[in-house]
């Protein structure tokens, strides 16, 4: 996303744009085998919880 773009979103959409952003990594990590699917249910889990999100997302 451009720095123009950013600076128009909302905290909350700012919020969600950063949370699809490391959901987006921990997928990645996930379908290279880099983490396990244990590790990828937790740190999906905590991230989610962590910035209060909903994990319908």
Do not use: C
Not at 5 to 15: D, N, S, V
Request: glycine share 2%; net charge negative.
């Amino acid at each position: 996303m451009e720095q123009e773009q950013w600076e128009k979103l909302t905290p909350e959409q700012k919020k969600r744009e950063l949370y699809l952003e490391q959901k987006f990594t921990l997928d990645s990590f996930l379908e290279r085998n880099a983490i396990s699917k244990a590790m990828y249910d937790k740190s999906l889990h905590d991230l989610t919880e962590k910035m209060g999100m909903q994990q319908a997302v």
